[in-house]
């Protein structure tokens, strides 16, 4: 929603696709606007960088560092020149942590003041727009959740306060640290879900009922539509899994191959498949198996959770059947085909038991839309699902579908929902198949809550992997630590001018370091303290501990789940931990300078040495320039000499 603040104090009228990376822009899309505020926010970094450092009890001198080493990081500045949401996400997460510094050292002099109370809700605040701008957000809501559970807890401890003050302090802990966030975080989605009331290109990654709440789209086909099934009502059955795409039932006058590519045989019946689009094709039937007819009778019959029904397919009348014949691209489980009579000894199993998943009783009704059902084979107690597989060419490269008898776990690849509906009227099949063809529209909305929205979008944002297959950019969390990879954002089409995110190798590779610095050290004073030897004073190990806690534990938050996640990464997701482990440098300087080295020429020595390391991360920030802003336009040799690393992808246009 901040981009599109943006977009909208430019005066963007949305005429723009938006649908393909590197396109270029019409003269109506406000591309300045757009890139305000992830600039701003970048911008605004430097000088958070700096009073975190004031705020941890370092010096001036240190916190300059910081900024410094900040302002002249790369991959930094390349993503915050673009319309990209790492610059917002670092800016709340570090408007966060200071907040929250600031609040903890107030309230050693002045609990309950203005000030306290206005960096503590600065704290939730700045962590609620975090988690708003990406999930990645919650890392650094979470870290500071702990480190405010650890000083509650010794709060608890201080005998000094009575124990209405420590109510008053862990009641405004949890006002401002929990439930405002969530308040907050609850209010921006209701402020997107109340603008964007519109269909749009992606809505069928969501359910049907979600598509159908909103103006234009599905709803225009789905309003109206009779609310309860019956025997008679002709259907569309939409998988609820949408992986790896949203997908109907779908079946097609082809048959199964005799026999597969690795010899195995098939029913070769008609082919039953799941198809991402929408399609004549996608049309059932349900049936009565009691009775012949497919209209719909004069009061409708209504279908309930556990009754029997056959599902005709639409165009060609044939019946949804499963055999004990393995599946073309899953042989672990059942195929799926509508029944072609040959005459031989396979007789029809079509019968399939209704169930409700998302029931409220045993008698309820199967619904339009509302309903999720499961659809279980009553001869081989196989369940109709997604395996999820492409066919082949055969198969036209549609999604494979499958009975599976073994599950005993209920999965959503097993839970499909109707659609569009409508009553058969038609008792000749070339009447019913025109009207199949005929949309029906009518003028009642479908109505879906705010909660139910939100939740939904929720889990979407949570499971949807972005891509499918692996990108040429992508890399895995152990390339990130010493820059093993880069990404090529744009390349001039006439000339070697490009712009990379590639970071500064100086200021990488010496965070690193940083970090297994910091760890001795900690260790180092810890064993000391343990046999009674006071190498620090009390408050500089507190800072030491606290910046720790902070900025090792920011770089892990940020880093480490990235381990665990299933998805396609690339090397900007590293960016906020990286911020985290750059404040570390400035601090683990500042320790050894003042509590490691004793005499004034190692000192001096050191400070020397850390000057020269500045210059370099100057220098090394100056030489990658060029990448970094798109000009000035390189030639071939120099591309070459930016190649510091072989795994590096720096492209050059052959002339």
Known sequence: MILALGAYLGGFDGNFAWNRIGAEYTGTVPVWNLRFFPALAGALCISLAYQ??????????????????????????????????????????????????????????????????????????????????????????????????????????????????????????????????????????????????????????????????????????????????????????????????????????????????????????????CYPFKDVNNWWIIKDPGKQELVVSNPPRSVRHGDIVQLVHGMTARYLNTHDVAAPMSPQWQEISCYVDYNISMPAQNLWKVEIVNRETENEIWKTILSEVKLLHVNTSAVLKLSGTALPDWGYRQLETVGDKSSKVYHQNMAWNVEEHRYGKSEEQKERELEFQTPVQMDVSQNMSFMAKFLELQLKMLTLKNEETEHKYSSSPLDWINMDTNIAYWLHPSTNAQVQLVGNISTWSTATVGILVYTVLFLWHLLRQRRGICTIPKDSWEHLILAGAVCIGGWAVNYLPFFFMEKTLFLYHYLPGLTFKILLLPIILEHIHNHVLRSSVSRNTFSAVVLAWISSVYFVYQTFSPLTYGYPALSASQLTALRWKDSWDILIRKR
């Open 52 to 273: 975190i450092i004031v705020e941890l009890k370092y010096s001036h001198t240190s916190a300059l560092v910081a900024a410094l080493l900040i302002m002249f990081e790369n991959s930094l500045i390349t993503q915050s020149r673009f319309m990209l949401l790492e610059p917002i996400l670092i800016f709340f997460a570090l408007l966060a942590v200071l907040s929250y510094l600031k609040f903890y050292n107030i309230q050693k002099n002045s609990s309950f003041s203005v000030k306290w109370w206005s960096w503590l809700f600065l704290t939730g605040t700045a962590c609620a727009f975090a988690i708003g701008v990406k999930y990645m957000g919650l890392f650094t809501y979470l870290l500071l959740l702990a480190i405010a559970g650890v000083h509650t807890w010794k709060l608890i401890g201080d005998t000094t306060l009575s124990n209405v003050t420590v109510f008053y302090h862990i009641v405004a802990r949890v006002c401002a640290l929990l439930v405002l966030p969530i308040i907050l975080y609850l209010g921006c989605f209701y402020i997107h879900l109340t603008l964007l009331y519109r269909s749009g290109p992606h809505d069928q990654i969501m359910t049907s009922m979600f598509q159908a709440s909103l103006e234009g789209g599905l709803a225009r086909i789905t309003q109206g539509q009779p609310l309860e099934l019956a025997y008679g009502s002709q259907i569309t059955l939409r998988n609820t899994w949408s992986k790896p795409v949203p997908c109907w039932l779908h079946s097609h006058k082809n048959m199964y191959p005799i026999r597969y590519d690795g010899g195995r045989g098939s029913s070769h019946q008609q082919q039953v498949t």
